[in-house]
């Protein structure tokens, strides 16, 4: 791979639900092991974007390549396998297990190997030693033994994020990672990224400004499904048709 090359690129990426078309013709290039961040006023088609390039969502228009190869008709989990994992999906932790359990689980599905074989405990054990510096990596070592639905919010997340580095991603998918969060838990989890991020490729949707100024190398503007603008922070909120964007109402601070 040439260094030119992007990890992740989308080329006329197009969606239209019903005829309303939510992105339109969009072409992103996602940087290795850059923090590309996905902006821009309600309803500019962020989410439909990257459901898109997630592969929850199949365009109607545009490819997308990972690493050179065309992806755009892999399921989600065919592109997981390949090392493009989303990550913060509630649904991913199993409540009743606890922390260690469920980035054990996590790493027993990474290695594919059948349940009979996971039977034997000193298989099981194997792994705890690599659950061990997930949970460390992450700040949850003290919350191993902790059932997940017991943990505080903000924790979860960091649950979520030990179960996505179990699948050893190259590049992490965060749709909203501070959504619902308070200040205390946005720092924490913005630390995490951006430690995760020294040795992963980071393309994520969010609506918190100062934590994408914070995090992001690149940033792209989007607008009624296309996009507005593109460059670091500076550049991006220097831009005048971003400022009016923004301006113009349909935005909420999260
Ligand atoms: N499944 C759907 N069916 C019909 N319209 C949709 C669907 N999903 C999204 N849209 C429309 O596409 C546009 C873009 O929506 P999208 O959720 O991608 O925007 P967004 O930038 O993520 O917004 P927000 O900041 O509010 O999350 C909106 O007008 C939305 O109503």
């Not at 969502?57 to 065309?70: M, V």
């Not at 630390?191 to 949707?205: A, G, K, N, W, Y």
């Not at 499904?225 to 220097?238: I, P, W």
């Amino acid at each position: 791979m040439s260094e030119e090359q992007p990890i992740i690129e989308a080329r006329g990426l197009t969606r239209s639900f019903h005829g309303f078309v939510a992105v339109n013709k969009v072409d992103l290039r996602v940087r290795l092991g850059s923090v590309h961040a996905l902006i821009g006023p309600n309803g500019a088609g962020k989410s439909t974007l990257f459901n898109l390039i997630t592969k929850f969502l199949a365009p109607t228009e545009g490819r997308i390549f990972y690493k050179g190869e065309d992806i755009t008709a892999l399921r989600p989990d065919e592109i997981s396998r390949k090392g493009m994992v989303r990550s913060f999906q509630i649904s991913s932790v199993f409540p009743h297990l606890s922390v260690h359990e469920n980035v054990r689980v996590a790493l027993q599905a990474r290695s594919g190997a059948t349940y009979s074989f996971w039977k034997s405990d000193s298989r099981l054990d194997a792994f705890n030693g690599r659950v061990d510096e997930l949970l460390d990596s992450v700040g949850l070592a003290a919350f191993a033994h902790v059932s997940a639905v017991e943990l505080p919010y903000g924790r979860k997340r960091a649950l979520e994020l030990a179960t996505t580095l179990a699948l050893d991603p190259e590049v992490l998918l965060l749709d909203e990672p501070m959504a619902g969060m308070g200040r205390e838990d946005i720092a924490r989890t913005a630390d995490l990224i951006r430690t995760v991020s020294r040795s992963h490729t980071v393309l994520m949707v969010e609506h918190n400004l100062g934590v994408v100024a914070d995090l992001s190398d690149t940033i792209t503007v989007l607008r009624r499904g296309e996009v507005l603008a593109e460059g670091s922070y500076a550049e991006v909120s220097a831009n005048a048709e971003v400022q009016k964007a923004y301006m113009g109402g349909g935005h909420h601070a999260h």
